[in-house]
């Protein structure tokens, strides 16, 4: 089958790009906005905001499917930046999956985020099924893109799945949120806020590999949005998994009332300095759960994760 992969650059695209070209299985063609090398067996430079181009490459190439993963992906963006990055994560998949259509493409996996349900949940956490409430503008972006794919392309002609993962980890990964974790261990120090009881939902990339490719071989159900995650765990059980692994010293941990009045701090400097400063913003994410439980994915396509989280930890920094 001839995939054709849109961000093929970024780390999730990297990662396809080379489950999918293993033992020539797929021919993987890939696009993004930079030439950065990856495994695909050829790539075009194109911004996805650019209908035409899109269109060339598309009748040049005549994908059987597309996976649509070209977008900013960091947030929440400034306002200077948010019309340009909406034009990117919006208009540029409206774009992506009109082309691959327009040339008889058999159908669109687009990868949106767990940004949708908002970014804060209970410790008990929150079900893929919980109606989506975003809590910044990237989360917001994601959902109107989600919501006009699935709009557009709802007769069934051209079958659209929605994957929302939740933060990915794996081996080279440098700017993820587990990389900076795991950088920052490394250099010695990472402040476990409140004991690092906060929990998250983490999904490594080789089980998102497995997925996709379990999508691909047994087919996907157009109109369907799935959540994506392999694991539920605290801060504190996650830097004790990579400290077991390479043996680091233990890293302190800053009581939650310290962090409190380190917010506070942060609150006041902010208007008086000429640039953003993300403290209050990192403490309150650090401190604060996120838990989605996902299921209808694997109810539907019989799947378990391949790596446990002891084995996904030790594979990302082997």
Same mark, same amino acid.
């Given at each position: 089958m001839k995939i054709l992969i849109t961000g093929h650059t970024g780390f999730i695209g990297r990662t396809?790009?080379?489950?999918?070209?293993?033992?020539?299985?797929?021919?993987?063609?890939?696009?993004?906005?930079?030439?950065?090398?990856?495994?695909?067996?050829?790539?075009?430079?194109?911004?996805?905001?650019?209908?035409?181009?899109?269109?060339?490459i598309f009748a040049a190439e005549a994908p059987d499917l597309v996976i649509h993963l070209a977008a900013v992906a960091r947030g929440p963006?400034? /306002?200077?930046?948010?019309?340009?990055?909406?034009?990117?994560?919006?208009?540029?998949?409206?774009?992506?999956?009109?082309?691959?259509?327009?040339?008889?493409?058999r159908g669109l996996i687009h990868f949106s985020t767990a940004?949708?349900?908002g970014l804060t949940t209970s410790p008990e956490g929150r079900s893929e099924d919980a109606s989506p409430?975003?809590?910044?503008?990237?989360?917001?972006?994601?959902?109107?893109?989600?919501?006009?794919?699935?709009?557009?392309?709802?007769?069934?002609?051209?079958?659209?799945?929605?994957?929302?993962?939740v933060t990915v980890f794996g081996k080279g990964d440098e700017r993820g949120g587990c990389a900076k974790?795991?950088?920052?261990?490394?250099?010695?120090?990472?402040?476990?806020?409140?004991?690092?009881?906060?929990?998250?939902?983490?999904?490594?990339?080789?089980?998102?590999?497995d997925r996709v490719e379990r999508l691909i071989d047994k087919g996907w159900k157009g109109g369907a949005t799935y959540g994506v995650s392999d694991?539920?765990?605290?801060?504190?059980?996650f830097t004790a998994l990579v400290k077991e692994h390479c043996r680091f010293a233990l890293t302190p941990a800053v009581p939650l009332s310290l962090a409190g009045h380190l917010q506070v701090l942060d609150r006041y400097l902010s208007p008086?300095?000429?640039?953003?400063?993300?403290?209050?913003? /990192?403490?309150?994410?650090?401190?604060?759960?996120?838990?989605i439980h996902t299921r209808l994915f694997e109810h539907d396509y019989g799947y378990a994760p391949r790596l446990s989280l002891r084995e996904a930890v030790a594979a990302t920094l082997s």
């Open positions: 396809l790009c080379e489950r999918l070209t293993r033992r020539q299985k797929h021919h993987v063609v890939g696009v993004s906005a930079d030439d950065a090398p990856t495994k695909a067996d050829r790539a075009y430079t194109c911004d996805v905001r650019d209908l035409s181009d899109l269109h060339r963006v400034p /306002a200077a930046r948010e019309e340009r990055t909406r034009s990117v994560n919006v208009a540029g998949a409206v774009n992506v999956a009109h082309a691959a259509r327009d040339n008889r493409c940004r949708v349900w409430a975003p809590g910044d503008n990237l989360g917001k972006m994601a959902l109107e893109a989600e919501q006009k794919l699935l709009e557009d392309f709802n007769d069934g002609s051209f079958p659209v799945v929605v994957l929302r993962p974790i795991i950088a920052a261990l490394q250099r010695g120090f990472f402040p476990l806020l409140d004991g690092g009881a906060a929990r998250r939902s983490l999904l490594h990339a080789e089980n998102l590999a694991f539920n765990v605290s801060l504190c059980d008086l300095l000429p640039v953003e400063t993300p403290v209050a913003d /990192a403490i309150a994410r650090m401190s604060t759960d996120f838990v």
